[in-house]
């Protein structure tokens, strides 16, 4: 089954989100998916993406970063 055009969107973002928080934090893609799955990022990236993508990349990935510190994260 095909995805619509706003899953595609979302995934698209998420893939992209995530590999600006590795960049920014010095870390590989896959150890960002993890930090951020373990930390709650990325469900908070799920619930909030309605609002998370009218924000610049900087400033979601600063928001998702205070998520996971909130949660335990050590960054």
């Known amino acids: 089954m095909a995805m619509s055009r706003e899953e595609h969107n979302k995934v698209g973002y ?3 989100l995530i590999s600006e928080f590795a960049d920014k934090y010095g870390i590989l893609p896959n150890q960002a998916y993890q930090y951020l799955k373990r ?3 990325l469900e908070h990236i799920y619930q ?3 609002v998370l993508h009218t924000f610049s ?3 979601s990935v600063d928001c998702i970063y205070q998520v ?3 949660n335990g994260g050590k960054l």
Do not use: L, R, T
Request: proline share 0%; aromatic share 20%; with cysteine.
């Open 14 to 16: 998420i893939i992209y």
């Open 57 to 59: 990349f900087a400033d």
């Open 68 to 70: 996971c510190q909130n």
């Open 39 to 41: 930390h709650k990022g």
């Open 48 to 50: 909030h993406y309605s």
